[in-house]
């Protein structure tokens, strides 16, 4: 029964944090504790908003030059200071970008169970501090690496001791990015009231902003770092981003003050497992006739009722019998009843899964110019003018550049004419801005091995390694590469954390992560079973070794460019409807008040 008390509490909380959230009265904590020791309550502004958020986007600005800075130019570091050849390079770059990612699902856990996201962001910075100093002492001790080779077909290995030092820097690092990726988008949602018409409004805006503040800090500053790394010092240039990564640790806990900050609610990956178990044991129960366990029906807001899709999760909140439940009317075990808010929790994320396989499938093409394009740029003619030599890592600013000139765009001029034109702001769709971004990732694939071809030619006709074709010709591909990011990431992020309810943003972080950690491990699977297919025979491999030359790279970009072909298919034909679906669900399990099924209310 209905406890008209208990339901005028709550109705008042909810309308308390709705006033907050937007910054207009005090603060806004969660919803079952007071307010955190961060929070100033002698603060004259409340927390919250843009005046949070400029400390959030000034701290993800100096943590990505830190980090990307030191991503950029990895893989000239690890080819000329550590030996390695193109298939180890490959892998070991895919690897820890993989490492990196996929340990966003423990970050969201730690997160969401223990130490909530301020700590979590706090402690990943500071792991990823340790890493990059640990990098910094690689460049500046000739001892930790193997000596230099003499000739391109004359290098000595690094020893195992020096690998174990290098892999620890990179650990730390991959630890830090696990704590900061599925945090830092989700703390700065926090900071908007998005059951308001403005606060939706705002935080469309700061997911592209987010993208352009800390992108365009990164074409200005990694045009100098890269520079000073490849040219002048590896000491200095890895010491500057380390620094940066300081002030990034500092500023963030300058702002504390100013947050939204709320505190860990148990984490939705576990629910997850409980909902799964629980609908196991009860495989054999039939929905008709049973109670469901719904303590929080009566509730507004992001509160979600049973929806149809994937019934045989809903098995999960049957109430067998009332010994299930103590006293207070609450399960005696977890992993036998679980609520419907549990069960539609994961039935949201089963739901976007479509859309996330489709960006992983951009993301492969994307990843590959960091490393592989990296590796085409060493073994091209990298002098402009009369001496001025190009990095090959700064062909990788090029992509940041397309990325933020496409976004000032797209937020200056073209919201701002279709609302100028027609009254209202029309916004590419999400379905729209993905199969943008899976267009150009064929593009990319294409033009990269129109390219490469030219380029092997040249350096072939020559006799030479480096081949006298100017770098500056692998620019398009780079170009098409942050497009990419443009489109389907950002449209990717922006589905992932609008379509789940907000107890879940983290979770969204750290999917959209794990799905780049994916596309890396995809990629490294790739490369090595199309080198180990393509050099049986005597034939020439499609890539791998010490020289690009005497592989066909264009080859494989032409197999990427069909896996993307097919991607292409896979999105219209079945992916893209769940873009819709998800948006029918929600709106339909929030309006929701009386189920055909009878639902127990335990008060």
Not at 157 to 179: D, H
Not at 336 to 356: A, D, H, T, Y
Request: with cysteine; glycine share 8%; hydrophobic share 45%.
């Amino acid at each position: 029964m209905k406890l008209q008390e208990k339901e005028k509490g709550r109705k008042g909380k909810n309308l308390t944090e709705k006033d907050m959230a937007d910054g207009s009265s005090s603060s806004l904590v969660d919803q079952n504790s007071q307010s955190p020791p961060y929070l100033s309550p002698s603060s004259e502004k409340a927390p919250g908003g843009w005046r949070a958020v400029k400390y959030i986007l000034a701290n993800e600005t100096f943590e990505k030059l830190a980090s990307m800075s030191l991503i950029a130019n990895m893989t000239v570091y690890l080819k000329t200071k550590y030996n390695m050849d193109g298939i180890l390079v490959v892998n070991v770059i895919n690897i820890w970008s993989g490492c990196s990612n996929i340990t966003s699902i423990g970050g969201a856990l730690v997160s969401d169970t223990f130490l909530g996201r301020f700590l979590t962001l706090l402690f990943g910075s500071i792991s990823s501090l340790l890493g990059m100093a640990t990098m910094t002492v690689t460049a500046g001790v000739p001892k930790l690496r193997p000596p230099t080779c003499i000739d391109e077909g004359n290098c000595i290995e690094p020893k195992s001791w020096q690998m174990g030092i290098l892999f620890a820097g990179l650990a730390f690092m991959a630890i830090g990015a696990g704590g900061i990726r599925p945090c830092n988008i989700a703390f700065g949602a926090d900071q908007f009231d998005t059951t308001t018409k403005k606060g939706k409004a705002q935080l469309e805006s700061f997911f592209n902003w987010w993208y352009f503040t800390f992108t365009l800090a990164l074409v200005i500053a990694l045009t100098g770092v890269v520079y000073i790394q490849t040219n002048i010092s590896w000491i200095i240039g890895f010491a500057i981003p380390t620094g940066c990564l300081f002030v990034s640790i500092m500023i963030f806990i300058i702002g504390h003050h100013t947050y939204i900050i709320m505190k860990p609610q148990g984490s939705v990956f576990v629910d997850m497992v409980k909902v799964i178990t629980a609908a196991i044991r009860k495989c054999n129960l039939t929905a008709s006739g049973h109670f469901f366990y719904d303590p929080d029906h009566h509730e507004s807001g992001s509160k979600l009722s049973s929806t149809k899709r994937f019934s045989c999760l809903d098995k999960a909140a049957i109430i067998v019998d009332q010994s299930e439940l103590d006293d207070q009317g609450k399960p005696k075990n977890e992993w036998r009843l679980c609520s419907i808010q549990q069960v539609e929790n994961l039935k949201m994320l089963i739901g976007i899964m479509p859309v996330w396989i489709a960006g992983i499938g951009c993301f492969i093409t994307m990843d590959q110019q960091g490393t592989i394009g990296i590796l085409q740029a060493i073994q091209t003619t990298k002098t402009v003018g009369s001496s001025f030599q190009v990095p090959p890592g700064w062909m990788g600013l090029s992509s940041m550049i397309a990325l933020a000139i496409w976004i000032f765009i797209y937020e200056q001029f073209w919201v701002p004419q279709t609302r100028r034109i027609t009254g209202k702001a029309k916004r590419l769709s999400i379905t729209q801005r993905i199969n943008i971004g899976i267009v150009i990732a064929i593009a990319c694939s294409l033009v990269a091995a129109a390219i490469e071809k030219q380029r092997r030619t040249a350096a072939l006709k020559q006799g030479s390694f480096e081949s006298p074709m100017s770098i500056l010709l692998l620019l398009p591909q780079f170009v098409l590469s942050g497009l990419i990011e443009a489109f389907a990431a950002v449209a990717l992020m922006e589905f992932l954390t609008t379509q789940l309810p907000e107890s879940m943003r983290t979770v969204a972080g750290a999917i959209f992560f794990v799905s780049l950690s994916l596309a890396s491990y995809l990629n490294s699977i790739l490369v090595n079973i199309v080198y180990k297919m393509t050099r049986k025979g005597g034939k020439s491999p499609w890539l791998g070794g010490q020289d690009l030359n005497k592989d066909k790279l264009e080859n494989f970009y032409y197999l990427v460019a069909g896996i993307g072909a097919l991607n292409l298919l896979y999105f219209n034909l079945y992916a893209r409807r769940f873009v819709t679906n998800a948006r029918t669900d929600k709106k339909e399990s929030e309006g929701q008040k009386n189920n055909e099924e009878q639902i127990l209310d335990v008060a």
